[in-house]
């Protein structure tokens, strides 16, 4: 039942408050016992460790899979908190899956209390439905759970509707969106994305002019929807209860000229939307076409940004754009162009108060050579940009990769280097030599989606370390 030193927190549907206390958190709850039917343990009951509620807690089996489940009740769909009761008497977490109803919510973490007897609360935010719900910690690894007292459920708060219009509150945005439209908000730079909760038995987005979009209901695969416009059904016949929807839009870039703004979603009669949690943490990818995920047919969905953050449990956002670099010299030079909304703003717009990355990615220094850029130039640029991040996101852990072709590596070191000698200890070199060859590319250049998929499996634990 271990779990790496950091914490994989919450993903589309829980927002995890990352406090540990020794009594419930949550207010007004309903308990429900772990020992008590119907509540299963895949595993034994036990009552040999102090502190407990009840007759006993369950102690699952040492195994993946071996869970604790309970099956709570709520008057009316909507949120509700729930304050998960446990102990664990190692030094290592112990991750377990929250699977609300069937579906997956987040891997989340049950981090070592010094001692079986000391008893610890961890509060989740999770969406249920009106009636009879379960929810299962389900453990990842062979290590299995901690040990698990009772669950609090306080489903007292209800819900707050929403009509789905773009300023609709509960719509969670990832990414640089231009708001300036109050019709219809703009994607700025790639992968951006929006996440929603709603009810009724059909879902629908409106759009402007043709563009190419993603979504997602219920967390199911990504699928296309290409050349669409106007008002554009994405799913009708869904069950009852509440369901989730993801949209993204294929950016603007070369000869393609969509148009990636959403217009709010199209709710069936008397449906609405319902509020929704965001991750506990948020990745910022900053790059050129490989961040982008150029040319692959299925970005972003399929590029090494995604897919690390996705399998963090984190939210992501990509400012990235093909033919970057890092230094301005007739392209992007993304040192300056990061605080911009996007490729077409004019001046450095954007507000970095409207979210805050914990952790920012570059990925830098591929396109610089082709633009005359001297190692001098790019090492002092590279500090520049790393000083500005630091002053942008004041708390996040920022990673320099160094790129697949082996570019400006040195330089890229040396830069981190000189702001860890500065005093900023939460700057990393990352050193990407052996992760990719000439055969995980379709160019030489650009990664296939098979290439992405190496890159992340290298990246995710590195970033894992620090989130």
Not at 205 to 220: E, M, T
Not at 261 to 286: C, D, H, W, Y
Not at 323 to 329: D, I, K, P, T
Not at 343 to 355: G, I, K, Q, S
Request: aromatic share 10%.
């Amino acid at each position: 039942m271990r779990l790496k030193s950091s914490v994989l927190s919450s993903t589309l549907l829980v927002a995890a408050v990352m406090a540990l206390t020794g009594n419930p958190a949550v207010a007004a709850p309903v308990r429900y016992e772990a020992e008590t039917a119907p509540a299963t343990c895949a595993g034994t009951v036990d009552s040999n460790h102090a502190g407990y509620s009840g007759s006993g807690f369950c102690n699952a089996d040492n195994a993946v899979g071996a869970a604790a489940q309970f099956t709570v009740t709520a008057s009316a769909a909507g949120t509700a908190t729930l304050g998960v009761r446990f102990a664990n008497g190692t030094t290592t977490a112990r991750p377990a899956d929250a699977v609300v109803n069937g579906s997956r919510i987040t891997t989340t973490s049950f981090e070592g209390t010094g001692a079986w007897t000391t008893w610890v609360t961890k509060t989740l935010t999770v969406s249920l439905n009106a009636g009879s719900n379960t929810i299962r910690f389900s453990p990842t690894t062979a290590n299995g759970l901690a040990n698990i007292d009772s669950l609090d459920v306080d489903a007292t708060g209800g819900s707050t509707g929403g009509n789905g219009r773009p300023n609709d509150s509960n719509i969670q945005y990832y990414g640089r969106w231009n708001t300036s439209d109050s019709a219809y908000y703009a994607m700025g730079w790639a992968g951006g994305y929006l996440d929603a909760q709603f009810t009724g038995s059909s879902i629908g987005v409106r759009q402007r002019n043709a563009i190419d979009l993603y979504y997602s209901i219920d967390r199911g695969p990504l699928q296309w929807r290409r050349n669409v416009s106007g008002n554009v059904t994405l799913a009708t016949g869904l069950s009852g209860g509440s369901h989730t929807i993801r949209i993204g839009y294929r950016e603007r870039a070369g000869s393609y000229n969509g148009d990636p703004v959403f217009g709010g979603l199209i709710l069936a009669s008397g449906a609405q939307t319902m509020p929704l949690g965001r991750p506990t943490n948020l990745i910022e990818f900053i790059g050129d076409s490989i961040t982008v995920g150029q040319p692959n047919a299925n970005r972003p969905f399929t590029a090494y940004p995604w897919l690390s953050a996705e399998a963090l449990g984190a939210g992501h956002t990509q400012v990235a754009q093909g033919g970057a670099c890092l230094v301005s010299r007739d392209c992007y030079g993304m040192m300056d162009w990061f605080r911009r909304s996007s490729a077409w703003a004019t001046y450095d717009d954007w507000n970095f108060a409207t979210y805050q990355a914990n952790a920012v990615v570059i990925n830098l220094g591929t396109n610089d050579i082709g633009h005359g850029v001297s190692t001098t130039q790019f090492q002092q640029g590279y500090i520049v940009m790393l000083e500005r991040l630091r002053q942008a996101y004041p708390n996040a852990e920022i990673f320099a990769m160094g790129v697949f072709r082996n570019r400006y590596v040195p330089e890229t070191r040396n830069a981190v280097a000189t702001r860890n000698a500065a005093g900023d200890t939460r700057v990393h070199f990352v050193d990407t030599a052996g992760w990719i060859t000439a055969a995980d590319t379709t160019d030489n250049v650009h990664p296939s989606d098979a290439g992405h998929a190496k890159i992340a499996q290298r990246l995710r634990p590195i970033l894992d370390q620090y989130l």
